[in-house]
């Protein structure tokens, strides 16, 4: 990673501007940066690399509060599939899923991606309805995912509780086989090395306090913890936070932000094959290369910004997790942490300009953006260098939510948050 000399902060337009200026003589202070991307998470590195190596702008600044991945980017329980219902999330979660398919070679960073396959059960008649709808309508939009019953889902994963005698039985699932997992921290550094290597400055420790507009309305800079940076093309990628950073601009978002937790056993040796959801029950899992399971939980019943959740949310995962996996009783526990998720009234995502120029935003992804993380910011760098909506992320506008456009997708969510 580049170091920032106090040359490079300089030139960014920290603390020294107004001397600098006036030197310079210059009535228009030039923008220090063609484009800035407030968030250094997967979606703002990605978007910045994008940005770098498509759209051949490559004076940018990722501006990060904390450190490269450390916000849901690298907290989530990193579940990828695109076994949506609607055309529109299907073309949008696909687009990300083809994105995966080869992003390890195109970043030249091992992101693990591993196409284990995600299956969700069913545990109810409303279960088994709802599931088959999917199956039929992925296949319509060319997107793979297949019925499969009980037994046929104990061979796919022998670890699973089949027994008819369950509180909620098993009586089928929908399997995803190109749906799986990835190594969270890996896209980060994978984008970050990438875009780093494109010239793109990512400066850590760095919150954006302020946006300031011109007269004309339009962004002229970011007001940051580390002084003003100038700039005319803004991207906001900061997942749960986002209606605070964009209230700095004046722009209100129908965003509510919770907590969601995750949790980790100690590490065994491989047992457990692919991804496993359950929304009635309220369970899912996988295992990580390191050995250790991968189990999420609900969110908070309440709006906060406290990175942990409730310890009851993840004591019912937990039972859940036991009732479908008898074998992970005794099981230990590790560790458990949370992350902040902003979510929309229709639970889809927000890729789209604003009403202010020059200011762009990615949100809303709620519990399920991480799958989305080469799509996203593919689109919001399109959006961004063009100044109009790639077709995919056309309908994914902020103004659905006043026209009444919304795109309503339950599957969001997966399991019952
Ligand atoms: P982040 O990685 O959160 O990046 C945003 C960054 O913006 C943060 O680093 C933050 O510090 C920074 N920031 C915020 N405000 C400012 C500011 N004012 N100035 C500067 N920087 C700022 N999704 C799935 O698809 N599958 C899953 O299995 C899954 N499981 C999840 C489990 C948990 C426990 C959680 C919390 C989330 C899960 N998600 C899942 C959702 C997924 O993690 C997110 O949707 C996705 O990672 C968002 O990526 P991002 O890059 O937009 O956000
Ligand atoms: O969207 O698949 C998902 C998911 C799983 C856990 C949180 N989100």
């Given at each position: 990673?580049?170091?920032?000399?106090?040359?490079?902060?300089?030139?960014?337009?920290?603390?020294?501007?107004?001397?600098?200026?006036?030197?310079?003589?210059?009535?228009?202070?030039?923008?220090?940066?063609?484009?800035?991307?407030?968030?250094?998470?997967?979606?703002?590195?990605?978007?910045?690399?994008?940005?770098?190596?498509?759209?051949?702008?490559?004076?940018?600044?990722?501006?990060?509060?904390?450190?490269?991945?450390?916000g849901n980017t690298g907290?989530?329980?990193?579940?990828?599939?695109?076994?949506?219902?609607?055309?529109?999330?299907?073309?949008?979660?696909?687009?990300?899923?083809?994105?995966?398919?080869?992003?390890?070679?195109?970043?030249?960073?091992?992101?693990?991606?591993?196409?284990?396959?995600?299956?969700?059960?069913?545990?109810?008649?409303?279960?088994?309805?709802?599931?088959?709808?999917?199956?039929?309508?992925?296949?319509?939009?060319?997107?793979?995912?297949?019925?499969?019953?009980?037994?046929?889902?104990?061979?796919?994963?022998?670890?699973?509780?089949?027994?008819?005698?369950?509180?909620?039985?098993?009586?089928?699932?929908?399997?995803?086989?190109?749906?799986?997992?990835?190594?969270?921290d890996a896209v980060a550094?994978?984008?970050?090395?990438?875009?780093?290597?494109?010239?793109?400055?990512?400066?850590?420790?760095?919150?954006?306090?302020?946006?300031?507009?011109?007269?004309?309305?339009?962004?002229?800079?970011?007001?940051?913890?580390?002084?003003?940076?100038?700039?005319?093309?803004?991207?906001?990628?900061?997942?749960?936070?986002?209606?605070?950073?964009?209230?700095?601009?004046?722009?209100?978002?129908?965003?509510?932000?919770?907590?969601?937790?995750?949790?980790?056993?100690?590490?065994?040796?491989?047992?457990?094959?692919?991804?496993?959801?359950?929304?009635?029950?309220?369970?899912?899992?996988?295992?990580?290369?390191?050995?250790?399971?991968?189990?999420?939980?609900?969110?908070?019943?309440?709006?906060?910004?406290?990175?942990?959740?409730?310890?009851?949310?993840?004591?019912?995962?937990?039972?859940?997790?036991?009732?479908?996996?008898?074998?992970?009783?005794?099981?230990?526990?590790?560790?458990?942490?949370?992350?902040?998720?902003?979510?929309?009234?229709?639970?889809?995502?927000?890729?789209?300009?604003?009403?202010?120029?020059?200011?762009?935003?990615?949100?809303?992804?709620?519990?399920?953006?991480?799958?989305?993380?080469?799509?996203?910011?593919?689109?919001?760098?399109?959006?961004?260098?063009?100044?109009?909506?790639?077709?995919?992320?056309?309908?994914?506008?902020?103004?659905?939510?006043?026209?009444?456009?919304?795109?309503?997708?339950?599957?969001?969510?997966?399991?019952?948050?």
């Amino acid at each position: 990673m580049r170091l920032y000399s106090g040359f490079a902060l300089l030139k960014a337009g920290f603390n020294g501007q107004k001397n600098w200026q006036s030197l310079w003589r210059s009535p228009e202070p030039k923008p220090a940066y063609d484009a800035i991307i407030i968030g250094a998470g997967g979606h703002g590195l990605g978007a910045a690399y994008y940005l770098a190596k498509q759209h051949g702008i490559r004076n940018i600044a990722v501006l990060e509060k904390g450190w490269v991945g450390g916000g849901n980017t690298g907290r989530n329980t990193t579940i990828i599939r695109s076994n949506y219902l609607f055309n529109e999330s299907a073309a949008l979660y696909d687009h990300a899923v083809k994105l995966w398919e080869n992003l390890s070679q195109t970043l030249n960073y091992n992101v693990m991606f591993s196409q284990r396959g995600v299956m969700m059960l069913a545990h109810n008649v409303h279960d088994v309805q709802v599931f088959k709808r999917h199956v039929h309508a992925n296949r319509c939009n060319g997107v793979d995912n297949e019925w499969l019953s009980a037994e046929q889902a104990k061979v796919f994963c022998p670890p699973l509780n089949i027994s008819a005698n369950m509180r909620y039985p098993i009586l089928g699932a929908a399997l995803q086989r190109r749906g799986g997992t990835a190594r969270h921290d890996a896209v980060a550094w994978g984008y970050a090395r990438a875009a780093d290597d494109l010239g793109v400055d990512i400066i850590e420790n760095c919150e954006v306090i302020g946006i300031r507009r011109d007269a004309t309305g339009a962004v002229e800079a970011v007001e940051t913890s580390r002084g003003l940076i100038r700039t005319k093309k803004l991207g906001v990628s900061a997942s749960g936070h986002t209606s605070v950073v964009l209230g700095m601009a004046g722009v209100r978002l129908p965003l509510e932000s919770y907590p969601l937790q995750a949790l980790v056993s100690e590490p065994v040796k491989p047992v457990f094959p692919c991804v496993v959801m359950s929304n009635t029950i309220h369970a899912y899992i996988s295992q990580s290369d390191k050995g250790e399971l991968v189990i999420g939980a609900g969110t908070d019943a309440y709006t906060s910004y406290t990175q942990r959740g409730g310890l009851h949310i993840s004591s019912h995962t937990l039972e859940a997790i036991c009732e479908l996996f008898p074998m992970f009783r005794r099981m230990r526990m590790l560790r458990n942490w949370g992350g902040i998720v902003d979510v929309t009234p229709d639970r889809s995502p927000i890729i789209a300009k604003t009403p202010v120029p020059g200011l762009y935003v990615n949100c809303g992804w709620g519990t399920g953006g991480f799958k989305a993380t080469p799509g996203a910011a593919h689109l919001l760098a399109w959006t961004m260098a063009k100044d109009e909506p790639h077709t995919i992320n056309a309908p994914y506008t902020i103004e659905r939510f006043r026209d009444g456009y919304l795109i309503d997708e339950a599957a969001a969510a997966a399991v019952a948050h």
